[in-house]
């Protein structure tokens, strides 16, 4: 497999979040258990019996590949090609009755994300980016927004609850220069960002699992992610310290700007 991602792997992609969304959306709104793992995150059956169900996908059509997923660890991750797999990204949001959680799914090739995939269940939303391939919500193309100043930009955060110390003073010093600050998207806010419905996506700390599939889904479409030292995420790279994404470098330089400025 070598050059543009194949259409046979993206309808597979797609295939796994269908299989992951029968399983979520029959948990969704039930009122299920809810329970805490060693971090302290929410966890419910819905993560655990999704993920399953994706991993059995993958060992029957590619048994050669390996899987870095959120609820039931790593095997073969230094194969050639590695699925990574969060059922539930925004589980918070899924226990309390919200559509905003997403599903991601990324493959990666020697360590490199080819495809992207995040789907949001409820409300059939699915976005795609692929290597050679434009990115794609619900099928058509995207771009993101031609936005090239703060005052002018659309942010979505998760929360600022997850940010601590002088990183939240930061967010919010962003946050009060941006034209509307959005909460509660969860991965869902970086397809919004290919979409050309925001500008700016801000987030915490991230495993791989969780921002690997956003690298070609908003680069597909146009974007830029780093962190917040400006350094590109362009592969695998163990826990990702605190994420910016952006429509473009204009507005990536200036929120980079805000977020490094050193306090009064």
Same mark, same amino acid.
């Given at each position: 497999?070598?050059?543009?991602?194949?259409?046979?792997?993206?309808?597979?992609?797609?295939?796994?979040?269908?299989?992951?969304?029968?399983?979520?959306?029959?948990? @969704?709104?039930? !009122?299920?258990?809810?329970?805490?793992?060693?971090?302290?995150?929410?966890?419910?059956?819905?993560?655990?019996?999704?993920?399953?169900?994706? /991993? /059995?996908?993958?060992?029957?059509?590619?048994? &050669?590949?390996?899987?870095? %997923?959120?609820?039931?660890?790593?095997?073969?991750?230094?194969?050639?090609?590695?699925?990574?797999?969060?059922? +539930?990204?925004?589980?918070?949001?899924?226990?309390?009755?919200?559509?905003? @959680?997403?599903?991601?799914?990324?493959?990666?090739?020697? %360590?490199?994300?080819?495809?992207?995939?995040?789907d949001n269940p409820p =409300?059939?939303?699915?976005?795609?980016?692929? =290597?050679?391939?434009?990115?794609?919500?619900?099928?058509?193309?995207? /771009?993101?927004?031609?936005? /090239?100043?703060?005052?002018?930009?659309?942010?979505?955060?998760?929360?600022?609850?997850? @940010?601590?110390?002088?990183?939240?003073?930061?967010?919010?010093? =962003?946050?009060?220069?941006?034209?509307?600050?959005?909460? %509660?998207?969860?991965?869902?806010?970086? !397809?919004?960002?290919?979409?050309?419905?925001?500008?700016?996506? +801000? &987030?915490?700390?991230?495993?791989?699992?969780?921002?690997?599939? =956003? +690298?070609?889904?908003?680069?597909?479409?146009? !974007?830029?992610?780093?962190?917040?030292?400006?350094r590109e995420i362009t592969?695998?790279?163990?826990?990702?310290?605190?994420?910016?994404?952006?429509?473009?470098?204009?507005?990536?330089?200036?929120?980079?700007?805000?977020?490094?400025?050193?306090?009064?």
């Open positions: 497999m070598t050059g543009p991602c194949p259409s046979d792997v993206i309808a597979f992609a797609h295939a796994l979040a269908d299989a992951n969304a029968r399983v979520t959306l029959g948990y @969704f709104q039930k !009122g299920i258990a809810i329970e805490d793992k060693h971090d302290d995150s929410p966890v419910t059956v819905a993560d655990r019996e999704g993920e399953a169900a994706m /991993r /059995r996908l993958i060992g029957e059509r590619f048994p &050669d590949h390996g899987i870095i %997923g959120e609820e039931h660890g790593r095997e073969k991750e230094d194969a050639e090609y590695v699925w990574t797999l969060d059922p +539930v990204d925004g589980t918070a949001a899924f226990v309390v009755g919200s559509a905003m @959680f997403g599903t991601l799914i990324a493959l990666l090739r020697n %360590g490199q994300p080819i495809l992207g995939l995040i =409300l059939k939303q699915r976005w795609v980016g692929a =290597l050679g391939h434009p990115t794609t919500f619900c099928g058509r193309p995207v /771009r993101v927004r031609e936005v /090239r100043r703060l005052e002018q930009a659309m942010l979505s955060c998760a929360s600022a609850h997850y @940010f601590y110390g002088h990183h939240r003073n930061a967010f919010y010093r =962003l946050a009060e220069r941006v034209k509307l600050p959005t909460y %509660g998207h969860y991965c869902v806010g970086y !397809g919004l960002l290919a979409a050309g419905f925001v500008d700016l996506v +801000v &987030d915490g700390t991230m495993m791989p699992y969780d921002y690997l599939p =956003l +690298v070609p889904i908003v680069t597909g479409a146009g !974007g830029l992610i780093t962190d917040w030292q400006g592969g695998l790279r163990g826990k990702a310290d605190h994420l910016i994404a952006a429509a473009n470098r204009e507005l990536l330089e200036a929120a980079l700007g805000e977020l490094n400025k050193a306090p009064d």
